[in-house]
């Protein structure tokens, strides 16, 4: 990690995320973040769709009124493949 500056947090909870960091993580006004912790520490990322099955979050589509990755997809289509197969 590499450090950006030091900001206040506002009564209300806000704070500016420094342009650098908007930049190197390729977000702009709107777009959805998620937050993290891990050991006293806070991470924003850029919020992407997750798969349903595995929590995975590349190579996501939407199914149904869900999303699912291509590895679940892949795996689904083989378990569903031998139960048609065992019939
Ligand atoms: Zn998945």
Same mark, same amino acid.
């Given at each position: 990690?590499?450090? #950006?500056?030091v900001?206040k &947090?506002?009564?209300?909870?806000r704070f500016?995320?420094?342009?650098?960091v908007?930049?190197e993580?390729?977000?702009k006004?709107d777009d959805?973040?998620? #937050? #993290?912790?891990?050991?006293?520490?806070?991470? &924003?990322m850029k919020?992407?769709?997750?798969c349903?099955?595995?929590e995975?979050?590349?190579?996501v589509k939407? #199914?149904?009124n869900?999303?699912?990755?291509?590895?679940?997809?892949d795996?689904? &289509?083989?378990?569903a493949?031998?139960?048609?197969?065992?019939?």
């Amino acid at each position: 990690m590499k450090p #950006f500056g030091v900001r206040k &947090i506002e009564l209300s909870g806000r704070f500016p995320i420094p342009k650098e960091v908007r930049e190197e993580i390729s977000i702009k006004s709107d777009d959805p973040v998620e #937050f #993290f912790t891990d050991d006293g520490c806070i991470g &924003i990322m850029k919020y992407k769709e997750r798969c349903c099955i595995c929590e995975a979050n590349n190579d996501v589509k939407p #199914f149904k009124n869900n999303f699912i990755c291509q590895n679940c997809k892949d795996e689904i &289509i083989i378990m569903a493949n031998r139960k048609k197969e065992a019939c």
